[in-house]
């Protein structure tokens, strides 16, 4: 059972990664045009992104805290300390992105494409962070 249950939570922890490295990656290119068809055009596109990738997060989340429930030892741990950190700020990360979704569907984005650029990294240090923790499991 804990094995299936571990299978979703990397499964929905994909889909998730997969939005948060798109999403910044389309906002490169959305500060890049105009009012009009391609705008619209571009946020459809972010907000249907973001649904989908919010279903990733809370699926990651439900598996996660599914088998820590199973797994009550692991709350000692200090790589799953130091893991649920990271997982914390990035869900703040996932919200933030929201806030940004919605300034640029209201035209009023002030960021540039290379901001976008250097956030579109934000999400790549995580995902080595916690991959690390959880399989090399360092202290
Ligand atoms: C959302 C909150 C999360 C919780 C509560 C959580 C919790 C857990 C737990 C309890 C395990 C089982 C560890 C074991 O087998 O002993 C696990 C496995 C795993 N988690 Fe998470 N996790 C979360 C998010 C993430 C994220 C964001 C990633 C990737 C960046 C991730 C990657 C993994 C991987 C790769 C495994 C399998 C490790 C193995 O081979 O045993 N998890 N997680």
């Known amino acids: 059972m804990l094995l299936w249950i571990k299978a ?3 499964i929905f922890m994909v889909t998730w990664f997969a939005g948060l490295f798109y999403l910044p990656r389309l906002l490169v290119y959305h500060t890049q045009v105009g009012p009009g068809a391609e705008h619209d055009r571009f946020c459809v596109m972010e907000r249907k992104l ?9 699926l990651t989340w439900v ?7 199973m797994l009550p030892g692991h709350m000692s741990q200090g790589w799953m300390h130091a893991k649920l950190a990271l997982v ?13 979704l919605r300034r640029f569907a209201a035209g009023t984005n002030t960021r540039s494409h290379v901001f976008w650029r250097w ?5 790549v240090l995580v995902l080595f962070g916690a ?6 499991r360092p202290f």
Not at 50 to 58: E, N, S, W
Not at 119 to 123: G, K, M, T
């Open 88 to 100: 914390v700020t990035l869900t703040g990360y996932h919200g933030w992105l929201k806030a940004h």
């Open 131 to 136: 991959v690390i923790l959880v399989i090399v």
């Open 50 to 58: 973001y649904a989908i990738m919010t279903l990733g997060m809370i």
């Open 8 to 10: 979703f939570h990397v």
């Open 119 to 123: 956030a579109n990294e934000a999400p």
């Open 63 to 69: 598996f996660g805290i599914w088998m820590l429930t």
